[in-house]
């Protein structure tokens, strides 16, 4: 069992950065792929970007490529989203989640691929 608390969201305007903190509780932290989610208002909660347990393999959205970084530090128990270049169709709540099974496969792109969720954190991008 792992405890997810988001931070980091805020309003910002298009063009400008964000890093959004997952901090984790438990022993654990580095036994789980992690992955960060968005939901926009009317929307269901899509796949952002995704890291496996050393940090070794990454994943992204194509909507997201080339602008948003996810990364990991273990010993904080803590998982990022380094956020640059931001639109507003960016604008959302983000979530990150964990994932129990040790394997970094295809799942980690679907939300049905995670046990744990954080609360979530408002990103806000105005043009």
């Known amino acids: 069992q792992v405890q997810l608390v988001e931070s980091g969201g805020g309003l910002v305007q298009a063009g400008d950065s964000l890093r959004l903190s997952c901090a984790a509780s438990?022993?654990?932290?580095?036994?789980?792929?992690m992955g960060w989610f968005r939901q926009a208002p009317g929307k269901e909660r899509d796949f952002v970007a995704a890291?496996?347990?050393?940090?070794?393999?990454?994943g992204y959205a194509d909507s997201v490529k080339g602008r948003f970084s996810i990364s990991r530090d273990n010993a904080k128990n803590t998982v990022y989203l380094q956020m640059n270049s931001l639109k507003p169709e960016d604008m959302a709540v983000y979530y990150c989640?964990?994932?129990?099974?040790?394997?970094?496969?295809?799942?980690?792109?679907?939300?049905?691929?995670?046990?744990?969720w954080g609360q979530g954190t408002q990103v806000t991008v105005s043009s």
């Open positions: 438990g022993r654990t932290f580095s036994t789980y792929s």
């Open positions: 890291i496996s347990r050393s940090g070794g393999n990454t």
């Open positions: 989640a964990a994932r129990t099974p040790p394997r970094f496969s295809s799942n980690v792109y679907y939300t049905a691929g995670y046990d744990y």
